[in-house]
């Protein structure tokens, strides 16, 4: 098979680097892929949003199967555009993907179908929003209904941050279109973790659970970035809460998408808080979660390839995926001064081999003069596997400590359980 991934990050990284595995798969393209990337795929220079560029790409070269990483292309529709030209592609329709590209949408889902959130409202027009939010008390969740690029999040402390967060939205246009409509929620107390499932229409497999550290520095201080690191599983899951994830969110999503008509096969990402109440959604993601991705793959043990096939082929029931009981920790390296102003084109030195128990994934990089070099904010995430967190986080920590780039910057705390978490 010729299989075509679109993106160019640590979670497309992890993507080729498992379909590689499969003794299915002779050549893969990545559009446009990473300088690590590069070493195992052939990368070309079609950007993941121009849909046009890569169908074109992918009927002149024989490709089986596409694979889209990030959400713009899944928003924008080139699944719909692939299958109208009868090319097969892993990832849910432009009408299915609506359920991250648009977050009122995704919340008057979930409470039409009755599926645990926090309470909320949609406001289209800023003047109701700043009459009426003071009910819902403070601190208060404010976010931008379109794609944000996780910035579109903002929580409140008091009335004035909330006044700044709505006028930037929706007044001054931070986000453009998609801050034109804001959700206003309540505050949930609890852990996060995040639970990617297969969906083939039909059903949902839940894959190992999975906790990523959003904020930039460690003790989770400083601001929202991309991702600085990742675990698997979670440290606040167990049996008992997946029992009630799969039977209140899970699969009560699944049916509210049939009674909708919405054909959603891919990957479906549910974004957990896991209260005292019992575990709530806080959104969906219509793709892989970047750095989940890179702890979540480390553990699977059936073929990809076989999977995605199963869930084009509605097929999912039929298959039996396996996944290591080891645990998965990855430590994610930025540039200096990430998530805001850094500077990038340094050489990286010291990468080590990639073995079984340890992958260093590369999120932004490049080849100049035949080096490897700083391309972005996040640079590499290294994964690692273990009998437990600790033993995973201390593989993990030993491959970082020997690469090294110019402001080179890590978390040192990704996988250390704490209470405050
Ligand atoms: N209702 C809420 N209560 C508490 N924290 C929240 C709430 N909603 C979101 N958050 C926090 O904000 C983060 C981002 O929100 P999320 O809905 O996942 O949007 P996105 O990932 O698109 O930025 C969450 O991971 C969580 O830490
Ligand atoms: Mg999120």
């Known amino acids: 098979m010729n299989i075509l991934v679109i993106g160019s990050g640590g979670r497309e990284h992890a993507l080729?680097?498992?379909?590689?595995?499969?003794?299915?798969?002779?050549?893969?393209?990545?559009?446009?892929?990473?300088?690590?990337?590069?070493?195992?795929a052939s990368c070309i220079d079609i950007k993941a949003d121009d849909i046009d560029g890569l169908l074109k790409f992918a009927l002149s070269h024989d490709i089986d199967l596409t694979v889209v990483g990030p959400e713009q292309p899944l928003s924008l529709g080139i699944v719909d555009v692939f299958m109208k030209s009868n090319l097969r592609i892993f990832g849910p329709n432009q009408r299915a993907a609506i359920l991250e590209g648009s977050k009122a949408f995704s919340k008057n889902f979930m409470q039409k179908y009755s599926i645990p959130t926090a309470k909320y409202k949609n406001y289209h027009d800023k003047n109701t929003a700043l009459a009426e939010i003071d009910g819902f008390g403070y601190p208060l969740v404010i976010k931008a209904d379109g794609l944000a690029a996780g910035k579109g999040v903002i929580i409140a402390e008091d009335r004035t941050e909330a006044e700044e967060a709505i006028k930037g939205m929706m007044a001054d246009k931070k986000f453009g279109v998609a801050g034109s409509t804001i959700v206003?929620?309540?505050?949930?107390?609890?852990?996060?973790?995040?639970?990617?499932?297969?969906?083939?229409?039909?059903v949902a497999i839940p894959m190992v659970s999975a906790q990523?550290?959003?904020?930039?520095?460690?003790?989770?201080?400083?601001?929202?970035?991309?991702?600085?690191?990742?675990?698997?599983?979670?440290?606040?899951?167990?049996?008992?809460?997946?029992?009630?994830?799969?039977?209140?969110?899970?699969?009560?999503?699944?049916?509210?998408?049939?009674?909708?008509?919405?054909?959603?096969?891919?990957?479906?990402?549910?974004?957990?808080?896991?209260?005292?109440?019992?575990?709530?959604?806080?959104?969906?993601?219509?793709?892989?979660?970047?750095?989940?991705?890179?702890?979540?793959?480390?553990?699977?043990?059936?073929?990809?390839?076989?999977?995605?096939?199963?869930?084009?082929?509605e097929a999912l029931e039929n298959i039996d995926i396996k996944w290591s009981s080891d645990h998965a920790v990855c430590v994610v390296m930025t540039s200096g001064g990430y998530?805001?102003?850094?500077?990038?084109?340094?050489?990286?030195?010291?990468?080590?081999?990639?073995?079984?128990?340890?992958?260093?994934f590369h999120a932004a990089t490049a080849i100049k003069d035949g080096k490897t070099i700083t391309a972005g904010g996040r640079v590499l995430v290294v994964s690692a596997l273990g009998e437990t967190t600790k033993e995973a986080c201390e593989k993990a920590y030993e491959v970082v400590s020997k690469m090294d780039f110019k402001k080179a910057f890590y978390r040192k705390d990704i996988g250390i359980k704490k209470d405050s978490l």
């Not at 498992?18 to 990337?37: D, F, H």
């Open 16 to 40: 080729v680097w498992k379909i590689a595995q499969s003794p299915r798969v002779e050549k893969i393209y990545c559009a446009p892929g990473n300088g690590g990337i590069g070493e195992i």
């Open 184 to 202: 206003v929620e309540e505050f949930l107390q609890g852990k996060e973790a995040s639970i990617l499932a297969f969906v083939d229409g039909n």
């Open 212 to 313: 990523d550290y959003k904020r930039a520095l460690d003790d989770d201080k400083g601001l929202n970035t991309g991702g600085m690191g990742a675990v698997s599983p979670a440290f606040y899951y167990n049996d008992e809460i997946a029992e009630r994830v799969k039977q209140d969110i899970i699969n009560k999503t699944v049916e509210a998408l049939k009674a909708e008509n919405i054909e959603y096969r891919g990957v479906l990402y549910f974004g957990l808080m896991l209260t005292k109440d019992g575990p709530k959604l806080l959104e969906y993601n219509a793709r892989f979660g970047d750095p989940e991705t890179e702890v979540v793959l480390m553990r699977l043990e059936t073929d990809l390839i076989d999977i995605m096939d199963a869930v084009i082929d």
């Open 339 to 360: 998530p805001e102003s850094y500077d990038t084109g340094f050489e990286i030195k010291g990468f080590i081999p990639n073995g079984i128990d340890r992958v260093t």
